[in-house]
Structures are given as C-alpha cells and as structure tokens.
C-alpha cells in the first residue's frame, strides 16, 4: 500500500478534488470538507460556482443540514468551488460525480458528461491520484470505459490487478456508487453502507481509508466489476417488486377483488414482502438502472424480466388514464373537453423532486386525448395553490402521489367543488367505502 497516499488520507491532509457538485458531489464534498480535507468542488456552470463561493446551496428542495453545512466549509476555506479542472494535478483524490442518465428512446447509458468530465481530467491527473467514480455506471464501464478513457487522455495506466508497485506513470481507479435520495442527502452518505469497487485491492482499501471519515455504515471491498452489479441489480431487483404489485393490481381489477385487501394477507406469510402497487415508478434511479444493469451483458444473455419489469411499472400512469376515461364514459362523458385535475406531480410522496415523473406520462396522455388538465402539487412550487379552487369546475379528479396534504383531503368539502364527482384514486389513499360513502365514483388502483 502506497504509504504518502495513504497516510495524507488518514491525516485528512490530502487534497480532494469533486468533479460534479450536483445533489451527489455537493453533498459529498461538503462531508470531505467537514472532515478536514482541503476540498476543491468543479462545476462547469460558473453562476453555479460563484453561488457556492458565496457559500449558498444550489440544490433544490429541502435537504436537512446540507445549506447550513456548505455555508460553514466555506467560510472556513476547507471547500472552494471552481470552473477550472487545473486544480487537479495538484489533486491526492479525484472524486467523480456526474449524471448518468439512460436516453429514453434507445434505453442506452448516454454518457456525455462521464466523458466529459474523464477527458478534461486526464490531461490534469497527477501519478498516484485516486480516482473515484460515484456516478452510477452499467457493469463493465469502468473497465471497458472509464480507465480506457483516463488512461488515454492522462498517457497513465489505471493499476491492475496483482498491483505492481506504483512507479510514476499509475494512478488509483476505483468504483463507489452513490446512494443519495432527495431530501435525505447527508445522511444517506453518512448512514448508507457502500460498495467499494477497486480496479485492484489496493485501490479499493485506499478508497476505504477515505470513505472511513465520512461514512458510519459499512464498507465492503470488492473488485470494480461486483460495485458495478450491486448498485443497479439492488435497484433492479426494487423494480421487480414494485412491477410485481402493480401486475397484481390489474390482475385484481380485471377479477373484481381488492389488491391492497390480498396484499395485506398475502405478506402475513413469512418471508413474504409485495410491495405497494401505485400510479407508477418515478426517480432518478429506480426508472433507469435497470437498463444500466442490463446495457453491456452481451449477446449470450437474454433480458426478460428486467424490461418486462420496466415495461408494466410504465404502464401504469397509462392506466390511469384509462380509468379516468373509462370512469368519464360510464357517466355519459367523453375526455374530450373534460376538465380533470391530476393531484401530485413529484415523483415520490412528500418530496418536490419531479425526475421522471408518472404525473409527466398521464398529463401528456389525457392531453392527448383531448382533456383540459388542471396539475395541483403542494411540494412543486408552479402547482402549488389552494387545492379546492384548484379543482373548481373538474368532472375528474385524479390523484398521483400519496402526500400527507392529500390523506387529509375533506371529501365531501372536495366534492363541492367539482363539476362531476369522479375520483380516481392512483394511490389507493381513501379506500373505497370512504369515498363512495361521500358520494365519490371511485375508483383504487387495483380494485375492480
Ligand atoms: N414505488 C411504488 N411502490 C413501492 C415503492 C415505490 O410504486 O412499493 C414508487 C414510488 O412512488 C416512486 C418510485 O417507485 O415513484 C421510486 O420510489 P423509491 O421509494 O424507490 O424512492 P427512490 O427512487 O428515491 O429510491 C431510492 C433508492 N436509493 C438509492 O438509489 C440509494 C432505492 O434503492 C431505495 O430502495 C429507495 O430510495 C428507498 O428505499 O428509500
């Protein structure tokens, strides 16, 4: 093990540069900071750096500690931002940290900003950096990818497996996705065991001598390739979950039963855990790394499950639409002209995040079929309002997203408002006695 490597990390003397302070680098460089390393964050937008000099949090949302926190590292000089990637050949650590998104259509990593961000670092990477990756990648990016790319741009080799002794023209890579979730920023990093994924065993108990001051929950070597796999497979394997409820939520309604009465009894079985059926599956992670985990398998693999996983949870904001519409013709009244008032727009309940919303999907969809669609959401700052004027005049109220301002929806005082009272319920949060006894036509995802 490289011992001024090492030891300037035990010390918190080496110097961290964060490529990417987004919700996942600010975060984490804020943590090195607060930890007593002198951190130096790159982001491309310069009004963006300027704003985290002045020690204000660009991130939106409400993140518990994270404004209060950036605001101090600043003003202590343990963290600075800065558009400028020369900060990194005086760099001991490299930690990257850009989005990985997976483009709609061809459902393929896009990784425009990871190259990016690999090209203008390697002619600044320095021999003996460790580089770290936290953006979440598809299995074999690192190698097939990542140290191609930063050796290629930096005329260094990334250390190999059994680890030579460093001369001067190797630098440290390894793998350690992130585990961040909107509102819960800080102590994710600090409460979340990680995976540390080394392109050698020495890189990856580098990267665990780091992570030691920063992270309180676990942390497991292992070699890149594994890191790679854990991240989108443990995600993977949530929306096959998730997928499965919602299969036996249309399986219910076509049969007339009441999937949230059989998935109560259902998990009274040991070792049985259906997840909840809903409008749909949302994120910045669920929805995309499921491709990730399935982009560069290879030919002698065929994916079933995991599009097929991908392809019902999609469905169901489409299915929302049809029981709005299906509701609507029953009362004598096409979507055509309809008002309908879709309730929640974010992704996830209670929070303001609106990444890859199942809202998006059934607003375009009732648009296209013709509807007048009204969006109210208490967390999204262009939907917020007073609910009840918001509604005014609707045949159809629709509601997305289990936020406790909707729980605690008076029915009857709702039912005043509306024009027809429809109420088509995404979430299954009134139960269908409730609503019908105040005169709602009610219809639960998942009863028939
Ligand atoms: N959802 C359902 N039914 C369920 C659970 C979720 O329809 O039973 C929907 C939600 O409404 C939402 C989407 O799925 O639209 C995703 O919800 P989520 O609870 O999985 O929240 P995320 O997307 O923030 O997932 C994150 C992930 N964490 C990381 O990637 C580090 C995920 O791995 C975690 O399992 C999840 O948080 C969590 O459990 O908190």
């Not at 997976?102 to 600044?124: C, K, Q």
């Not at 920063?214 to 796999?229: M, P, R, S």
């Not at 607003?363 to 509807?371: D, F, N, S, Y």
């Amino acid at each position: 093990m490289p011992t001024a490597l090492l030891q300037a990390i035990e010390s918190r003397t080496a110097n961290v540069v964060v490529l990417g302070l987004g919700y996942v680098g600010l975060p984490v460089a804020c943590l090195f900071a607060e930890a007593g390393f002198p951190v130096v964050g790159i982001r491309r937008s310069r009004d963006k750096v300027d704003m985290i000099n002045r020690g204000e949090s660009p991130i939106e949302g409400d993140e518990p500690g994270l404004a209060e926190l950036l605001c101090r590292v600043v003003s202590t000089g343990q963290l600075r931002a800065t558009t400028d990637y020369a900060v990194c050949r005086d760099a001991q650590v490299v930690l990257i940290a850009v989005e990985t998104p997976v483009d709609r259509e061809s459902r393929r990593p896009a990784y425009r900003a990871l190259r990016s961000a690999l090209t203008s670092l390697g002619p600044n990477l320095a021999p003996g950096t460790l580089v770290i990756v936290e953006s979440t990648l598809a299995p074999g990016t690192m190698c097939d990818l990542v140290a191609p790319a930063l050796e290629h741009a930096s005329g260094l080799k990334a250390t190999a497996n059994p680890e030579p002794p460093i001369p001067d023209s190797r630098f440290y890579l390894v793998h350690c996705p992130e585990r961040v979730m909107p509102g819960k920023l800080l102590a994710n990093i600090r409460g979340c065991f990680r995976v540390v994924g080394g392109m050698s065993p020495e890189a990856a108990q580098l990267a665990v001598a780091l992570y030691r001051h920063v992270v309180e929950a676990g942390l497991d070597a292992a070699d890149a390739l594994t890191a790679e796999l854990v991240k989108t497979m443990e995600n993977a394997y949530r929306d096959v979950q998730i997928a499965f409820a919602n299969e036996m939520a249309l399986l219910c309604e076509e049969m007339g039963a009441d999937v949230w009465q059989v998935r109560e009894l259902v998990n009274k079985s040991p070792f049985r855990n259906m997840h909840l059926p809903g409008a749909g599956v949302g994120g910045h992670c669920i929805p995309k790394d499921p491709w990730l985990l399935i982009a560069n398998v290879g030919d002698g693999f065929r994916a079933g499950l995991i599009p097929a996983a991908r392809a019902i949870n999609d469905e169901m904001p489409l299915h929302m639409a049809d029981l709005t519409a299906q509701a609507l013709r029953e009362a004598g009244r096409e979507m055509t002209g309809a008002r309908v008032a879709v309730l929640g727009y974010a992704y996830l309940e209670n929070s303001d995040d609106t990444r890859n919303s199942p809202s998006a999907v059934l607003v375009e969809r009732l648009g296209a079929l013709g509807a007048e669609v009204v969006i109210h959401d208490p967390w999204v700052p262009e939907y917020r309002g007073d609910l009840y004027e918001r509604v005014q005049g609707c045949e159809a109220v629709v509601v997305m997203v289990a936020h406790n301002e909707y729980r605690e929806l008076d029915l009857v005082e709702l039912q005043g408002r509306v024009a027809r009272p429809i109420l088509i319920d995404g979430r299954h949060l009134f139960g269908t006695e409730q609503a019908r006894a105040t005169g709602w036509v009610y219809r639960s995802v998942g009863v028939g």
